[in-house]
Nanobody, 121 residues
Framework: QVRLMESGGGSVQPGGSLRLTCTAS????????MGWYRQAPGKQREWIAD???????KYSDSVKGRFTISRENAKYTVYLQMNDLSPEDTAVYYC???????????????WGQGTQVTVSS
């Protein structure tokens, strides 16, 4: 089993910054892509960024140029640095990992429980 735990959410004023952290734990054999999604109230869950094991990063247009995704493979950890935040960024942020657990021959997508980010003045 692979478990993901996010941290770093909170409340911030418009124009501010936050850094989210997500660490995978459990019986992990391997992790490939890691990423972040978000879900705002009343909206569908939205993909915002992901990063390969080789540090190739991709971003949605809504966050490109403001958010930076990075990872530390040895720590099974992915980060999301969020700058120039606006109220439209208010959402629950979820991390994901495409991983294979010990004793399981199949790769699967694992999700964290989410962390709330609120941007308001």
């Amino acid at each position: 089993q692979v478990r993901l735990m996010e941290s770093g959410g909170g409340s911030v004023q418009p124009g501010g910054s936050l850094r989210l952290t997500c660490t995978a734990s459990g019986s992990i054999t391997n992790i490939d892509d890691m990423g972040w999604y978000r879900q705002a109230p009343g909206k569908q869950r939205e993909w915002i960024a992901d990063i390969s094991k080789g540090d190739y990063a991709k971003y949605s247009d809504s966050v490109k140029g403001r958010f930076t995704i990075s990872r530390e493979n040895a720590k099974y950890t992915v980060y999301l640095q969020m700058n120039d935040l606006s109220p439209e960024d208010t959402a629950v942020y979820y991390c994901t990992a495409y991983a294979v657990a010990a004793g399981n021959p199949y790769w699967d997508v694992y999700w964290g429980q989410g962390t709330q980010v609120t941007v308001s003045s």
